[in-house]
T-cell receptor, first 114, second 113 residues
């Protein structure tokens, strides 16, 4: 069955530390990949997306993610986190040609110590 | 960009009572629409999706149903709520062509007592 794994359930960092959140998926075909973020009390919103081209994609607020096809991974990175990055982060995958099979990971809660 | 409205924001209902949650979309036409349930530590579970008026696909067999009476209206219903229906319900919308990035509503917190 198709799945998305986010192995880090809760990550705690100090401000200015570097961040990497893991995301691995299982699907054999071409995929679209997303990271969503949910700040406390706010809607889920799109952080960045990949659907073709350069496997290193840049999103809002200094986040970036790299698609490594051979590893079925789409890890999220930020070189220097801020207290305002405290949020829950979700990785999601859809097959390239289908809107119906959208699979979300279980989420990673990120807490930043000021 | 698309704006998703959901109501009510919170709801407390007794076991066995009916349910109707509404979602409407602004800023697009003929969107794909989705209902999710979000549980802490378990991510988002896709419940239903719709690619057009009257077209509903169910991802998980359960006590809930969905309907799409208008292009930009999506309703989640139940005839008799169970305790296990408690949760946070999210409506989302996406375009009809890839890559299907989704826009989410504010959600409804349902507590079944």
């Amino acid at each position: 069955a198709q799945s998305v794994s986010q192995h880090n359930h809760h990550v705690i960092l100090s401000e200015a530390a570097s961040l990497e959140l893991g995301c691995n998926y299982s699907y054999g075909g071409t995929v679209n990949l997303f990271w969503y973020v949910q700040y406390p009390g706010q809607h889920l919103q799109l952080l960045l997306k990949y659907f073709s081209g350069d496997p290193l994609v840049k999103g809002i607020k200094g986040f970036e993610a790299e698609f490594i096809k051979s590893k079925f991974s789409f890890n999220l990175r930020k070189p220097s986190v801020q207290w305002s990055d405290t949020a829950e982060y979700f990785c999601a995958v859809t097959p390239y040609s289908s809107a119906s099979k959208i699979i979300f990971g279980s989420g990673t809660r990120l807490s930043i110590r000021p | 960009s698309q704006t998703i409205h959901q109501w009510p924001a919170t709801l407390v209902q007794p076991v066995g009572s009916p349910l109707s949650l509404e979602c409407t979309v602004e800023g697009t036409s003929n969107p794909n629409l989705y209902w999710y349930r979000q549980a802490a530590g378990r991510g988002l579970q896709l419940l239903f999706y719709s690619v057009g008026i009257g077209q509903i696909s169910s991802e998980v067999p359960q006590n809930l149903s969905a309907s799409r009476p208008q292009d930009r209206q999506f309703i989640l219903s139940s005839k008799k709520l169970l305790l296990s229906d408690s949760g946070f319900y999210l409506c989302a919308s996406s375009g009809v062509a890839g890559p299907y990035e989704q826009y989410f509503g504010p959600g409804t917190r349902l507590t079944v007592t």
